[in-house]
């Protein structure tokens, strides 16, 4: 009776030496290639090399060693098509019964920022995902192995039944699909932005799981979180220095406050985040300075928030934090003295995260598809900003105006946003009616709002939220304009005195 075959050609070597020497105990002989040829020669497993059964040495630098009939017909046949075994008997080609294969590490060489597109090209894996479809294709007689973790439910199938169960190679084969597509998807994803590709006819998008969450927004559904494998920054790499296990609201919000400070690079800046809105943003000469602002914007909604600084967290404003119960703290970095102070909260969350400049796509789940679009990463042209009332906005004003604007920007729609000496005061979020927004943010700033600015993330439709700014005491306001009735707001500010200034650009965000 003719041994088994098992051929082995992995670049994640962990385990392989054993799971060979297994194999070979069990009755296989190894088949092998390369550098994986050599590990398991050196540590005593015998093996064959490819090249032995295709008669073709190896090629190309290696580029060519396993696309051979050789190798891929004793894959490929259908052991139950006698036409099948008859052609391997004619080419004395023999049944390969397992493939043990992982890839090239693409995605590790172009994480490397020395990476050039050599070397790039010179790891996609060619053989290795061809060997890996054919395997998988052909579940039903041949078992494949994509991932190290597999080997040890393989190997006790093998020595209780002599073989892998039916169900156990359909399993291998979903999950061998998804290894090669995944590994191709991270190089369209590369080969994509390289060119400066925005929208192409298909696209398939990697993700990897980083962990599986505990439920999803509500305890009845499940979540987990993935993340793109080619991102440096943000969520992508994030680091949990403690507390309880993140939920999947606590990553919403966490993106959220991210993107808030991405906006006040070179700024201090904190971000207080409540069910993915901003409920309080505040800069400052300092962090602390900066977080008493955010906090003070809105006392009430903080509690059970999510707070992000963008720079080291130092101890003055951690034991300010430590005076509120927060769920999540974002920082690119703690001093170990916060760390001391924070650490005395064993639920509190704290999280590393590396920031940067906002990039890539939006993308939204609908119902039979995906809505793409690239990131609103517009900032206020200041050549484009005009003044259409009477009265210009001072300094001071024209400051908070542009701190509103970024703020405003990360609210749902329709959004306004109320801030006073760098500070949000009032914020109205996820209306269905603008003046319904300047209602909710001049109710939670009361009598803050006098002498503060206004900003809209839309147009007004009427003067009537002028006309309650005026009342509220607000002194500038900023919006895009581009309404029908601009000229009725526009004489609404003028009758009372207030500074208007339209920026041209909107920032809807549903």
Known sequence: MKKRKALISVSRKEGVVEFARELQGLGFEIISTGGTYGLLKESGVDAVKVSDITGFPEILDGRVKTLHPAIHAGILANRNNADHMAQLALFNIEPIDLVV?????????????????????????????????????????????????????????LRDSG???????????????????????????YFSRGAKVLFPDEIVLPFEKVQELRYGENPHQKGAFYKDPLSKTGLANYVQLQGKELSFNNLHDVNAVLEILQEFYGVHCAVAVKHANPCGVGVGENLFEAYQKAYEGDPVSIYGGIVGVNDTLDEVTALEMSKQFLEVIVAPEFTPEALDVLQKKKNLRLLKVNLSTASGFDIKRVEGGV??????????????????????????????????????????????????????????????????????????AGEKARGAVLASDGFFPFSDSVELAAKAGITAIIQPGGSKRDQECIDAANSYNIAMVFTHIRHFRH
Do not use: C
């Open 101 to 157: 294969v992982n890839l090239y590490p693409f995605k590790e060489t172009v994480l490397d920022e020395d990476a050039t597109m050599g070397d790039a090209v010179e790891n996609i894996d060619i053989g290795g995902p061809t060997l890996i479809r054919a395997a998988a294709k052909n579940w039903e007689s041949v078992t494949v192995l994509v991932d190290p973790q597999d080997y040890a439910d393989v190997l006790d199938e």
């Open 163 to 189: 073989s892998t169960s039916l169900s156990t190679r359909f399993r291998l084969a979903a999950k061998a699909f998804r290894h090669t597509a995944y590994y191709d998807a991270v190089i369209s994803s």
């Open 371 to 444: 809505l793409l679009q690239d990131k609103d990463l517009q900032d206020l042209d200041e050549k484009e900003l005009t003044v259409v009332t009477n009265k210009a906005p001072t300094p001071e004003e024209m400051a908070d105006l542009r701190f509103a604007w970024k703020v405003v920007k990360h609210l749902s729609s329709n959004a306004i946003a109320l801030a006073k000496n760098g500070g949000t005061i009032g914020l109205g979020a996820g209306q269905v009616n603008r003046v319904g927004a300047v209602e909710i943010a001049i109710k939670q």
